[in-house]
């Protein structure tokens, strides 16, 4: 039986080895997926033995998203431009680093919440590896202008200049800005690690339109306070539960060749969760 994981620290709360036991359910696959709690000082080693057990692949959550694709041997270009990765997939001596965070969250967004980006006006707060992963496919999508606030500015700022050619093809206006960031939004992305350390909400009600749409990429009892903050404030909330599903299924079709079906995973999670 092939052999996948998750290494993170903390990675106890994961629900991805539901998530893909259950695609590989649905899609007649075989394989095995565990978690793996990895030491602070560890990942290396970790890469290292669970290759040597077998392992085809693995999601790589915090912290190690930016260390990850310093072991690959390839890395895709999504996964360049982000400068992290949340899976690897091994192959003999071939170790691909991928990013499925930011297409899982577009995925979300617009399949499943029914926003399309298009002409929008789309803040993302955070700029560690969530914020990294999801900008270059959010710019894919075409919003009218993205700006990434972060409480240590300077980040956002290298974020920006990355992505700054890749923005100006698709006619974005890209900007960063501090957490007091200016004007009103249609799309609002909590990618902070707010909400995970319970230490509120980092930007004021001010940043949402009428009726935006307000996601934090956390999910379960962590999310409950952005949801409530956004559903007081006068706009649709979302946790982060969609893009764990989508980025999975990305992850699943990157490992296995095969997408499996998304949409029917995240209303059972869904509804186990409840
Ligand atoms: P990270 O690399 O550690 O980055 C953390 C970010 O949060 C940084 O921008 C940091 O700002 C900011 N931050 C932390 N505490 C803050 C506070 N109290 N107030 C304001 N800003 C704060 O983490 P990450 O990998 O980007 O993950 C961020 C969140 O996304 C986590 O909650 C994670 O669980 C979630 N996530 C969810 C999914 C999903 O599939 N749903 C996927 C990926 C990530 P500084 O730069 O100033 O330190």
Redesign the pocket.
């Known amino acids: 039986m092939d052999l996948y994981c998750v290494m993170g620290n903390p990675v106890e709360h994961s629900k991805s080895p539901w998530i893909h036991a259950r695609f590989a359910e649905l899609t007649g696959q075989l394989l095995r997926y565990d978690k793996r709690l990895i030491p602070l000082d560890g990942f290396v080693r970790a890469v290292r033995d669970f290759r040597a057990e077998g392992g085809r692949g693995c999601n790589v959550?915090?912290?190690f998203?930016?260390e990850a694709p310093q072991l690959a041997t390839r890395l895709t270009p999504r996964a360049q431009l982000a400068q992290?990765s949340?899976i690897l997939a091994f192959d003999g001596n071939d170790i691909l680093g991928d990013n499925t965070?930011g297409i899982?969250?577009v995925m979300d967004v617009q399949d499943n919440a029914g926003v399309a980006l298009a002409g929008r006006d789309v803040l993302i707060?955070?700029?560690?590896?969530?914020?990294?992963?999801v900008l270059g496919p959010f710019i894919d999508a075409q919003p009218r202008r993205i700006v990434i606030a972060?409480?240590?500015v300077d980040?956002a700022q290298a974020i920006v200049e990355r992505h700054a050619a890749m923005a100006r093809e698709h006619g974005v206006e890209l900007h960063a800005s501090q957490?007091e960031a200016n004007g009103a939004f249609d799309v609002v992305i909590n990618?902070?690690?707010?909400?995970?350390?319970g230490?509120?909400i980092?930007i004021a009600a001010s940043v949402l339109k009428p009726r935006a749409l307000a996601c934090d990429?956390?999910?379960g009892p962590?999310a409950a306070g952005f949801v409530a903050w956004a559903q007081e404030n006068g706009a649709v909330a979302r946790d982060?539960?969609g893009?764990?599903v989508e980025?999975a299924a990305e992850a699943f079709l990157v490992w296995r060749g095969v997408r499996p079906p998304s949409a029917q995973v995240l209303a059972e999670l869904r509804a186990t969760l409840a």
Do not use: E
């Open positions: 959550t915090v912290p998203k930016f992290a949340n965070d899982g969250l707060v955070g700029a560690g590896g969530a914020a990294a992963g972060n409480r240590t980040k957490l990618a902070t690690a707010a909400s995970m350390s230490s509120g980092p990429l956390m999910y962590a982060g539960l893009m764990l980025q």
